[in-house]
């Protein structure tokens, strides 16, 4: 279903997405698509930075909006696991892809009118988005399946079994394959890589494909350690490929050598399905961890936008930014009384969401 205004669309826009758990909105602004950044991947990149060089017009106006069914969250109890909470779209050229975990759909909107192109089913639930990439489309479902679509009409161009075996398990309220993708795509390097599996008892595997986007995947695989369990979408930066393992620490991978990265670090409560990688840094969920040191900063901050040069989230009840570029170093000492120098992160600057409530007129509560 389409809401359009009464306002006519002017040809020449950019978009912002606005995405709530039924419907997409769109504000458009007037400047030119043609030089309009894409968002191919979930968070813009495979690092998930959520930064784009696009601009956006201090004025936008909304042009259309879509109903789209709510997403079947696979895990609706525990909100560190709600990497399927909320509809993710990504968008290419003039052409948004969203998919659904309720009706297993992929579906491509124009981004000028609201209107549905092409849809496209799939045999269990697509919790993540897909990514973009030369003209095709890359994802996963819960059916144990990796497809590649092509991106104007839809058409399948090959889907491949990463599930071992073609058994089918009930889960999350669902028929489903024993090993359901429930890790995001992330590409780098010219190749694509996801898991199929998630439950210890069942095993999990690591898929390498090489994004050449051919009639068929050349690919290889890696059994992932005993007890990693992969949910969430995978982030990548150079040769370092982290792996979300629900409300556990991530898993590291080296993609020259093809070994696995140790990863040392406990923060209950404060990490979730949701990584970022900048550099020798990871950032995951509230927590801050230097994968070259092997240590955590003593820095916070929630889910952030990042750059090369700061990072940019919440904490303490202030949006702050923090200087990845420049970390500092202060002397601190032990339990057992000596001393040793701890990296931390310095704050750029802060803004209390108090501030921009008041600013906004919206409350505490509803601008965290």
Known sequence: MVRSPSKPIRPNIAAAFLVGAMSLSVLLAGVNTASAADWPTWRFDARRSASTPE???SELHLQWSSQQAPPRIAWAEDPRLHFDASLEP?????????GGSRNDSLTAIDTNTGRRRW??????????????LEGRLYFGADDGFF???????????????????????????????????????AATGGHLY???????FEGAQLYDILADGKSRPQWRSSVLPEQVTPQGYL??????????????????????????????????????THVTAEGELLLHGDRIYDVAEKRLLPNVVRRPVTSRAAAYGVAGGNVVAYDLAHPRFVEK????????????????????????????????????
């Open 235 to 272: 982030a990548a930066d150079g040769n370092k490929l982290y792996i979300p393992s629900g409300r556990d620490k991530a898993t590291g991978f080296d993609t020259k050598s093809g070994a696995f990265i140790g990863l040392n670090y406990t923060s209950r409560g404060l990490t979730d």
């Open 119 to 132: 849809r496209f089913f799939a045999a269990g639930p697509i919790r993540f988005a897909p990514l973009a």
């Open 55 to 57: 601009e956006l017009a």
């Open 194 to 200: 996801f898991t199929a599996g998630f439950w210890p």
């Open 147 to 185: 497809y590649c679509l092509n991106a104007d009409d839809g058409a399948l161009v090959w889907k491949f079994r990463a599930a071992p075996a073609e058994r089918r398990v009930l889960g999350n309220e669902r028929f489903i394959s024993a090993w359901p993708l429930r890790g995001g795509v």
């Open 90 to 98: 990504i968008v290419v050229g003039d052409t948004l892809y969203v």
């Open 333 to 368: 000492v032990d339990r057992k009384g000596g001393k040793k120098r701890e990296k931390i992160l310095h704050a750029l600057w802060t803004l209390p969401i108090k501030q921009i409530a008041a600013a906004t007129g919206v409350s505490k509560k509803r601008s965290c």
